[in-house]
Nanobody
Framework: QVQLIESGGGLVQAGGSLRLACAAS????????MAWFRQAPGKEREFVAA????????SYTDSVKGRFTISRDNAKNTMYLQMNSLKPEDTAVYYC???????????????????WGQGTQVTVSS
């Protein structure tokens, strides 16, 4: 069973940057699509970005396009989310997720992923 651990969250002022990491253990991630989701207080978990196994296909929700970059290093069994120009509305708990089956398109729903991390808090102050 794969375990996912997020890190890199914290408190940052609006306009600042953070880099999240998702380290996997128990299984190599090189064959699997992965994604970042986030959940703000009182809201449902929402899709942020996804990346295929070879990192040649990515997908972003509209609100983060041009500001966030998803990447992965399969040799390190780690996925990343570089977040620039952060806004207060980006405040949420950020979760990484992994899909263990092949998909023609990168899933953007929670149900499209099989394994989840515990989350890391990102707080953006105005």
């Amino acid at each position: 069973q794969v375990q996912l651990i997020e890190s890199g969250g914290g408190l940052v002022q609006a306009g600042g940057s953070l880099r999240l990491a998702c380290a996997a253990s128990g299984r190599a991630i090189s064959n699997y699509a992965m994604a970042w989701f986030r959940q703000a207080p009182g809201k449902e978990r929402e899709f942020v970005a996804a990346i295929n196994w070879s990192a040649d296909s990515t997908s972003y929700t509209d609100s983060v396009k041009g500001r966030f970059t998803i990447s992965r290093d399969n040799a390190k069994n780690t996925m990343y989310l570089q977040m620039n120009s952060l806004k207060p509305e980006d405040t949420a708990v950020y979760y990484c997720a992994l899909r263990q089956s092949i998909a023609m398109l990168l899933p953007v729903k929670v149900s499209g992923y099989d394994n989840w991390g515990q989350g890391t808090q990102v707080t953006v102050s105005s």
